[in-house]
């Protein structure tokens, strides 16, 4: 086995507890197949779904008035059910607009109804999250829309504000579980899963059960949240293997102590770098403002491209992977989700520390 330092902002890093056990069961799940070739009715994959909805609720402390949906077409898809479910004539989907995913979720919303940014840090590069008591919220909003993280930046919200006199849905596809969160004050909450959940191919979506009598029902019956959370996610086939795999993460999760332990873990991996960073301002340039800095992805810039691509293709070399940052921003983004082991990320600040004595 050789496996790398993976940085990848996503799909990205399983815990390999995670992938050994799914590879001792992966031709026989205990019951004489695989769980890859069960029926999604069977006692067997009930008992998977089951587990997955338990060990969330559990472990993320989802109160009883919230639903867990798992979905498929992504958090994009959701950039589209949340205007499709709950934008209606007279009302407008407001969105606070910290980076690329928020401007794809905004234009999803302006094919169904009304929109309205409520505050943009667009001008400064997404460089922050702007502060609550900035955003002008109309009267009349369906909802408020906001990204928890966002990937590409490397901004995160450090807080939610308590009342915005609306429903507020996040997009927490690439922090979800990184910290312990009162999923209680949103109406709805949604990821996908690859960044810090699982694989690729199932979106979990927490929802107010009261906000669900509001659903539009002239649309389509499979778009709508009622009918996925009416049939317990099993409407039509859900995507058996990824949810399994979830299952597994959060077995995993629960073993290394929880969200309180996986957050005091996550500060130390991004302090890491950041202190590298700070410690280094003529060489290392940090994206975000300090106070909307990511514990997820860390973004920075070195004082030339060239010095840039010279630092991914050596870093390639070091086994450490996926450090390029994303190619409408450039520079370099270290993914550290949960799964990132603390070794990956003494590596790459190793890495960094010998790469600015040659080059700095
Ligand atoms: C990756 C990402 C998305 C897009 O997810 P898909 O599952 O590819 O649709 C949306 N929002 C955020 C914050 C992301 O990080």
């Not at 994959?45 to 997955?52: I, N, W, Y």
């Not at 009622?226 to 597994?248: A, D, F, Q, R």
Request: glycine letters at 8%.
């Amino acid at each position: 086995m050789n496996r790398y330092h993976n940085f990848s902002a996503g799909p990205a890093a399983l815990p390999l507890p995670v992938l050994e056990s799914a590879c001792n069961e992966f031709i026989d799940h205990g019951h004489g197949a695989s769980i890859l070739e069960t029926s999604h009715r069977s006692p067997e994959f009930t008992e998977v779904l089951a587990h997955a909805n338990e060990s969330l609720r559990a472990l993320a402390s989802i109160p009883d008035t919230h639903d867990i949906l798992w979905l498929q077409g992504g958090a994009s898809m959701q950039f589209a059910m949340v205007p499709l479910n709950f934008l209606k004539p007279g009302t407008v989907g407001t969105y606070v607009m910290t980076g690329t995913w928020s401007d794809k979720a905004i234009a999803e919303a302006n094919f169904v109804g009304d929109t309205h940014v409520a505050a943009s840090t667009k001008e400064a590069g997404y460089n922050e999250i702007p502060d609550s008591s900035t955003w002008d919220i109309p009267e009349n909003s369906a909802y408020v829309h906001t990204t928890s993280n966002n990937t590409i930046f490397g901004t995160q919200f450090q807080s939610f504000p308590k009342d915005v006199g609306a429903p507020i849905v996040c997009d927490m596809s690439s922090d979800i579980l990184c910290r312990p969160t009162d999923f209680g004050a949103f109406d709805l909450v949604y990821a996908g899963a690859q960044k810090n959940l699982g694989p690729s191919g199932v979106t979990l979506v927490i929802v107010r059960k009261s906000w669900l009598e509001e659903v539009n029902s002239s649309i389509p019956k499979f778009l709508r949240y009622s009918t996925h959370s009416e049939k317990g996610s099993t409407y039509n086939t859900p995507p058996v293997y990824p949810i399994y795999l979830v299952g597994k993460v959060l077995n995993w999760l629960k073993s290394e102590g929880g969200l309180e332990a996986m957050h005091e873990r996550n500060k130390v991996k991004a302090a890491r770098i950041y202190d590298l960073i700070d410690g280094n301002p003529s060489f290392f340039k940090g994206h975000a403002v300090k106070n909307s800095r990511s514990l997820m992805n860390v973004t920075f810039n070195l004082p030339t491209e060239d010095l840039e691509k010279q630092f991914v293709a050596e870093a390639k070399e070091e086994s450490l992977v996926g450090v390029k940052g994303h190619r409408s921003v450039g520079g370099i983004r270290a993914s550290i989700y949960n799964a990132v082991p603390s070794e990956s990320v003494e590596a790459l600040a190793q890495f960094m520390e010998h790469f600015i004595q040659k080059n700095g």
